[in-house]
């Protein structure tokens, strides 16, 4: 299966990506942590992007879709894929399009996770990530049994610096800026499905497994 999950930073796309790629035995590819590795790694890419993503703006399409491209041809188009932050803006989804249906490879369902700006900004104040499995933290909905610690991996967790209140906002606004036409693209081509992103991630998940039964993905 080729999936799509948009949504706004803190919709749950991260987690419910991770969920599908462990159900559906499918890749899991998100922007986002691509970014985040090459910053960590001080690669060429990491140091194309690092301000960028530091400020909440959007990395330029051309890197995205490149790096995006990449990943995809080289690993997932047989076994399927879940997209998790990709992609953000009409340009992006044009691209990726274009580039898929050159391979005969066109992504099967595209998902919105409507989510609240109350609930987003919650989830992202209050998330910790831990650095080594990954696994996201809430200070309050999901807290670690040791503060501060991984239950699994026993390290520190991380408050992503992107996740600190002015870059927030930043990077809710820039959605807003580039949601509307994104949607719109999926929307006329009746390739779009709604969920709430409010729900928990059980509920959220559930849903989505209807959906894809009912559609028989
Ligand atoms: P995320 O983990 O998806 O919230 O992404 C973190 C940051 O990486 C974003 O705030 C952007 O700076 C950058 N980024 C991730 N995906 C994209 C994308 N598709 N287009 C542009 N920038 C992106």
Redesign the pocket.
Known sequence: MKLILLGP?GAG??TQAKMLSQRLAIFHI???????EAVQENSPLGLK?KG??E???????K??IKA?MDKIETHSLKKGFVL??????KI?AVELDNALNELDAPVDLVIYLRTSLKVSISRLSKRRVCPKCGFNYHLINIPPKEEGICDRCKVSLIH?P?DKEE?IKK?LE?DLQESEELLNYYREEQRLEEVSGDLDSDEVFETLTKIFKEKKL
């Open positions: 930073p796309k991260g998100s922007t986002g942590d691509i970014f985040r992007v960028v993503m400020k909440g703006e959007l990395v330029p399409d890197i995205v995006v998790d932050g990709f992609p953000r803006t992006q992503r992107d870059t990077r820039v």
